[in-house]
């Protein structure tokens, strides 16, 4: 399941999206978290299996000074800093919004992922 109004994959928090605020009911289901990321954030580093052609199997941020990343396991997503999904998501938002009000490029690919900021 996807958020109906940003395309994230399903994570709600407090019965809300956890990119875009918009109301969302279910269970959090973060498959698809790591193409979803790496393709809607410029600054990310993004590992690849070889010749980058697999799917990500990392996705690397600096964000307000802290080091997010998310990395597949087998079928599982490790966090780092470590919280649940949703959780985790929302933290990212928040550092990512105070690095964009500095600067223009990532204040318009998170306005144009249908990202609210924080």
Known sequence: MRCE???APSLPLLGACAFCRAALA?????????EYLAGRLPRAS?????LGRSP????RIVAAGTDYQVTRSGRN??????APPPEWVDRLLKDLSRDAAADAR?????TRAGW???
């Not at 993004?46 to 070889?50: A, D, E, T």
């Open 5 to 7: 109004v940003c395309g």
């Open 26 to 34: 279910g269970e959090p289901d973060p498959s698809g978290l790591l």
């Open 46 to 50: 993004v590992g690849r299996g070889l």
């Open 56 to 59: 990500p199997r990392e996705v």
């Open 77 to 82: 997503l490790r966090f780092g800093p470590e």
């Open 106 to 110: 990532l204040r318009a690919a998170m």
């Open 116 to 118: 609210a900021l924080r």
